[in-house]
């Protein structure tokens, strides 16, 4: 079965911190994404990775095709950090998204 | 360059009634993905179409369905509402071009309750 895990499920942190969300999937990938969602429920893609690293920011994503697992990065983080964080992948052959249940990070000044 | 519009951005149903949502893409992208947000089941693929084709499909019943135009605005449309179809409905518009998913652009979704 195709499945995306996300952990962990909720994160508080204090201003500044170093921020890890982690993401594993079942088989092989195509793509995959990261995903901001604020309150009120507009999302923003951050990342789209088929290997490697990429940095945008504040904000890096790793991904290990071998282990099957991704992490995104926030350095410094912020207040307006604050959201929920999505990975979604495109699992080989499939050409669709399926999406992690989520990781709402609360970053407090 | 305008982002992705969907309307109506709330709506409030009963059940048995059917509903009809839209969305608007960026200038210039072909495929108009929609999806479907509960508390309980995440975020969900509901289908995909590119040059006014259904090019993918998710996992819902075949009251959920939807259409391209020529322009590339798109509807989905929901028949015989259940209380459990109240979500959130986004729709994300891309390229399209490559033969894996692009970068998806977002609209803010419409929130539709069903009484």
């Known amino acids: 079965k195709n499945e995306v895990e996300q952990s962990p499920q909720n994160l508080t942190a204090q201003e500044g911190e170093f921020i890890t969300i982690n993401c594993s999937y079942s088989v092989g990938i195509s793509a995959l994404h990261w995903l901001q969602q604020h309150p009120g429920g507009g999302i923003v893609s951050l990342f789209m990775?088929?290997?490697g690293k990429k940095k945008h920011g504040r904000l890096i994503a790793t991904i290990n095709i071998q282990e099957k697992h991704s992490s995104l990065h926030i350095t410094a983080s912020h207040p307006r950090d604050s959201a929920v964080y999505i990975c979604a992948v495109e699992f080989q052959g499939a050409q669709k998204l399926v999406f992690g249940q989520g990781t709402r990070l609360t970053i407090n000044p | 360059k305008a982002g992705v519009t969907q309307t109506p951005r709330y709506l409030i149903k009963t059940r048995g009634q059917q509903v009809t949502l839209s969305c608007s893409p960026i200038s210039g992208h072909r495929s108009v993905s929609w999806y479907q947000q509960t508390p309980g089941q995440g975020l969900q693929f509901l289908f995909e179409y590119f040059s006014e084709t259904q090019r993918n499909k998710g996992n819902f019943p075949g009251r959920f369905s939807g259409r391209q135009f020529s322009n590339s605005r798109s509807e989905m449309n929901v028949s015989t509402l259940e209380l459990g179809d109240s979500a959130l409905y986004l729709c994300?518009?891309?390229?399209?071009?490559?033969?894996?998913?692009?970068?998806?652009?977002f609209g803010p979704g419409t929130r539709l309750t069903v009484l």
């Open positions: 994300a518009s891309s390229l399209g071009v490559s033969g894996s998913t692009d970068t998806q652009y």
């Open positions: 990775l088929s290997s």
